[in-house]
């Protein structure tokens, strides 16, 4: 009597269980299309026409003399903005505005101001008043000189107020002076989950995410676009690598692809390659796993710097 109730059970549920598994496959495939075409749409044909001066005619960078801010100069500047460079040294502003005038026979301004100060804003103010401003890339950010326990970072107070004025300050404050165009805030990978050892880095850099995040969902349907970048490994003085690979490119082989995914991801790490390991650390492996392997690598990273400041 039992065994026949579960072969009728059984004979009952194999239709709705048929639809439940066809249903499944069904939304897998157009799952796996989906992003098969949107990947192609990012990563293969890009959204490279987007910014042009036709957003306005200027394009500010803060972090403008080195590394990618530098890259977005020129890339911008390349597609014809007149750009306007902030950053600290006055010597180096004018060599990075003297090289964009003469490769791309544009206007540039220049304005030196320190971030980690909090008293600079109004000298920015002045310089972008009354400009048509199309783009923004609030870029300039500084990381640890070496992976560090937290309780050890020398001078700790003033390392705490000047990363918070440089990389959290320096966003919220210059996006102020922007009305309409593409904003593009530079966060980084290590704010997409805690990265031991270079934890106030990590955190700064998952408040400028969140911010833009949250920024994008406000003025979005006011048609101003706000992008959160989160690279992973550039080669550039703050990451002091030297020779540049697949995984760690140039900043000019970064930008180029990152700028071909404004207005098409909202969030994005901006390189292939990049996407690739962001998928692999956030969806394919454990959060713990993550984080063991990050503190693991910085803690090697440190104990070599302590080793060889002791040598010299
Ligand atoms: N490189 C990477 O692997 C990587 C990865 C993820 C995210 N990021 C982010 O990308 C951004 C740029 O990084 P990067 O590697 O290109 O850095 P970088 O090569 O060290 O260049 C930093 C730029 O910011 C300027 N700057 C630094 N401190 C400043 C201050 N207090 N006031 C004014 N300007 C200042 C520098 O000017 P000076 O020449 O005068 O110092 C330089 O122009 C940062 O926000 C960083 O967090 C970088």
């Known amino acids: 009597m039992e065994l026949f109730n579960v072969v009728e059970m059984l004979q009952l549920a194999e239709k709705p269980l048929y639809w439940v598994g066809a249903l499944t496959t069904v939304s897998l495939v157009l799952w796996l299309v989906y992003h098969i075409l949107s990947g192609f749409r990012i990563w293969v044909l890009g959204n490279g026409d987007l910014l ?3 957003l306005g005619k200027w394009a500010v960078v803060t972090g403008a003399t080195d590394g990618i801010g530098k890259s977005y100069a020129e890339e911008l500047a390349q597609r014809g903005f007149s750009m306007i460079l902030i950053s600290r040294s006055q010597e180096k502003l004018n060599d990075v505005a003297q090289s964009l005038e003469s490769l791309y026979n544009v206007a540039t ?34 990381s640890y000189p070496y992976p560090e326990f937290f309780l050890h970072i020398p001078d700790l107070d003033n390392f705490i107020n000047t990363m918070i ?9 210059t996006l102020c002076f922007r009305a309409k165009g593409v904003v593009l805030n530079i966060s980084s990978a ?25 920024l994008q969902a406000e003025y979005k349907s006011k048609g101003i676009i ?10 550039t003085k703050m990451t002091k690598i030297r020779n540049p690979t697949l995984d760690k490119p140039t900043p000019e082989r970064y930008v180029a692809a990152e700028l071909t995914t404004v207005g098409l991801q909202e969030q994005t790490n901006g390189y292939f390659p990049h996407a690739v390991m962001g998928w692999v650390t956030t969806v394919l492996a454990p959060r713990c796993v993550v ?20 040598l010299r």
Not at 117 to 142: F, M, R, S, T, W
């Open 52 to 54: 042009s001066p036709k």
């Open 109 to 142: 301004k220049t304005v030196a101001v320190d971030f980690s100060q909090v008293d600079i804003y109004p000298k920015i103010e002045a310089a972008l008043a009354g400009l048509e401003i199309g783009v923004l890339v609030n870029n300039v950010g500084i």
């Open 165 to 173: 004025n440089v990389n959290i300050t320096s966003v919220c404050q």
């Open 190 to 214: 290590s704010g997409m989950y805690p990265v031991p050892l270079l934890t106030v880095y990590s955190a700064t850099k998952a408040f400028v995410d969140f911010f833009s995040r949250g």
């Open 226 to 235: 706000i992008q959160s970048v989160l690279p992973f490994f550039v080669a």
């Open 291 to 310: 984080t063991f392997f990050a503190l693991r690598m910085n803690k090697a990273q440190r104990g070599g710097y302590l080793r060889r400041r002791k």
